[in-house]
């Protein structure tokens, strides 16, 4: 499904096309549920949360904008849900303790090794991701796993499109230098740096 369908969509269903509510859950319940589980590592959470998100869709249809950007509208609404139940399990004092996002990326699918130490290489390299602060390796998830544009990723995490890039820019910088005496670090400019981030003032 494109986007321009997702959009025609998401106004059928606002329009009360039961059809288009159900293909919106099925295109996107695993994707929103691929990241809610990596905010928030309590399946029972992250699935009330998007049972919620739906319900509340439904039942508010009529009042939802038919211009948005859809995926970035669900993302932004689980995460927001997601928050909110935690704070309802968990102690206030707990919760504000730290900020914690799961990053685990696949990196294969972006970076490709051809000798004997690819799996040292990338056992490192996520390694090295896992000690990324928390909301830099959200934004590298969404942006590159989620494939979102940067707008998007903003939206979803309630930054400026400039706090966007910043994260994804230290993060990538951090990366390359803790990773600099392997072969992968050129590879992680090329894949993943924003192709302004070198004419920018961060």
């Not at 211009?67 to 927001?80: H, Q």
């Not at 056992?123 to 707008?151: D, N, V």
């Amino acid at each position: 499904m494109t986007n321009h369908s997702h959009i025609a969509y998401w106004q059928c269903f606002i329009r009360g096309d039961e059809d288009a509510f159900k293909a919106l859950y099925d295109v996107y319940v695993n994707a929103l549920f691929a990241y809610g589980i990596r905010y928030c590592s309590d399946e029972e959470i992250v699935k009330d949360s998007i049972h919620d998100l739906f319900v509340d869709l439904h039942r508010y249809r009529s009042r939802l904008s038919p211009n948005v950007n859809v995926k970035a509208y669900l993302f932004g609404s689980l995460r927001r849900k997601v928050v909110e139940s935690k704070k309802r399990n968990i102690s206030r004092s707990i919760y504000a303790e730290n900020y914690r996002f799961r990053l685990e990326l696949e990196t294969e699918d972006y970076i490709t090794l051809s000798d004997d130490k690819e799996d040292e290489v990338l056992t490192k390299l996520r390694a090295e991701m896992e000690k990324l602060p928390h909301r830099q390796k959200e934004a590298l998830y969404l942006r590159f796993t989620c494939e979102m544009s940067y707008e998007q990723v903003a939206q979803i995490m309630d930054i400026s499109i400039a706090s966007c890039r910043t994260f994804i820019y230290r993060a990538v910088k951090d990366l390359r230098q803790r990773m600099e005496n392997n072969k992968i670090s050129q590879l992680l400019f090329i894949a993943f740096l924003p192709v302004d981030a070198e004419k920018s003032n961060i």
